[in-house]
Nanobody, 114 residues
Framework: QVQLVESGGGLVQSGGSLRLSCEAS????????MGWYRQAPGKPRELVAT???????NYADSVKGRFTISRDNAKNTVYLQMDSLKPEDTAVYYC????????WGRGTQVTVSS
């Protein structure tokens, strides 16, 4: 019912920045929360950041002070501004949305070179 499309991933050097975007479409259901998760090869998926419709945010300790999540409710879009990137940030980043169900995007690859 909800389709999520991520964009903005790519290759960046250590200390660089990327901005990920995720647009939700295909449903008129109000999206209560959106977030970003990531998964590195051989590791479980982990929470990066979430944001509610009212603007409350939550960040993983590993990204606090470096990543910023924001949203445009009118566009049902969530962003992840990633600054001071480190090689350990390398992963597939997945967009998530919560409505009456939970939906996931297909992911976008972020690779940070040392």
């Amino acid at each position: 019912q909800v389709q999520l499309v991520e964009s903005g991933g790519g290759l960046v050097q250590s200390g660089g920045s990327l901005r990920l975007s995720c647009e939700a479409s295909g449903s008129r259901i109000v999206i209560n929360a959106m977030g970003w998760y990531r998964q590195a090869p051989g590791k479980p998926r982990e929470l990066v950041a979430t944001i509610t419709r009212s603007g409350n945010t939550n960040y993983a300790d590993s990204v606090k002070g470096r990543f910023t999540i924001s949203r445009d409710n009118a566009k049902n879009t969530v962003y992840l501004q990633m600054d001071s990137l480190k090689p350990e940030d390398t992963a597939v980043y997945y967009c998530n949305a919560v409505t009456w169900g939970v939906y996931w995007g297909r992911g976008t690859q972020v690779t940070v070179s040392s």
